[in-house]
């Protein structure tokens, strides 16, 4: 599961907005859909600081990665080449600020439903992949 956190300025995006947004991080991943979430965040120019100044125009993306991790630099470079392709249009062609970060966790902690998801690319998530949703396997 990629879970995407979103800190930004109150009102800087629709509901629209946040639709496409999730449709648009979404489609970087190869993986069943339902595996990537993401929240968005408002946060009040008083209650988010950078430098310590009040930030009214600063994103903050904090994303958990669990369903794959990098293997090596040319697809960290792949993921973040995407990402600011797709995000662009509600991030620098705004005119915010914005800050980026990717933790990984180790895949055998996590479990969807009580389900231990199954290996990457194999018959089983093939088959959540069709169905978007998690099954026995």
Same mark, same amino acid.
């Given at each position: 599961?990629?879970?995407? #956190?979103?800190?930004? =300025?109150? !009102?800087?995006? +629709?509901?629209?907005? #946040?639709?496409? *947004?999730? /449709?648009? *991080? +979404?489609? *970087?991943? &190869?993986? =069943? %859909?339902?595996?990537?979430? @993401? @929240?968005?965040? $408002?946060?009040?120019?008083?209650?988010?600081?950078?430098?310590?100044? &009040?930030?009214? !125009?600063?994103?903050?993306?904090?994303?958990?990665?669990?369903?794959?991790?990098? @293997?090596? $630099?040319?697809? %960290?470079?792949?993921?973040?080449?995407? @990402?600011?392709?797709?995000?662009?249009?509600?991030?620098?062609?705004?005119?915010?600020?914005? $800050?980026?970060?990717?933790? /990984? +966790?180790?895949?055998?902690?996590?479990? *969807?439903?009580?389900?231990? =998801?199954?290996?990457?690319?194999?018959?089983?998530? !093939? #088959?959540?992949?069709? $169905?978007?949703? =998690?099954?026995?396997?």
């Amino acid at each position: 599961m990629p879970l995407w #956190k979103i800190y930004h =300025p109150e !009102n800087a995006y +629709t509901a629209n907005d #946040k639709k496409a *947004i999730a /449709e648009a *991080i +979404t489609a *970087i991943y &190869p993986l =069943p %859909k339902f595996y990537v979430g @993401v @929240v968005f965040q $408002e946060v009040p120019k008083h209650s988010f600081y950078i430098g310590g100044e &009040p930030a009214g !125009n600063f994103v903050r993306i904090w994303v958990d990665h669990i369903a794959r991790q990098f @293997v090596d $630099e040319s697809l %960290k470079e792949r993921f973040f080449a995407a @990402v600011n392709r797709r995000l662009a249009p509600y991030l620098a062609d705004r005119g915010l600020h914005w $800050e980026i970060h990717v933790d /990984e +966790t180790p895949f055998g902690l996590w479990r *969807i439903q009580g389900l231990q =998801p199954p290996l990457p690319d194999s018959p089983a998530e !093939n #088959k959540w992949r069709e $169905e978007n949703m =998690p099954s026995a396997y």
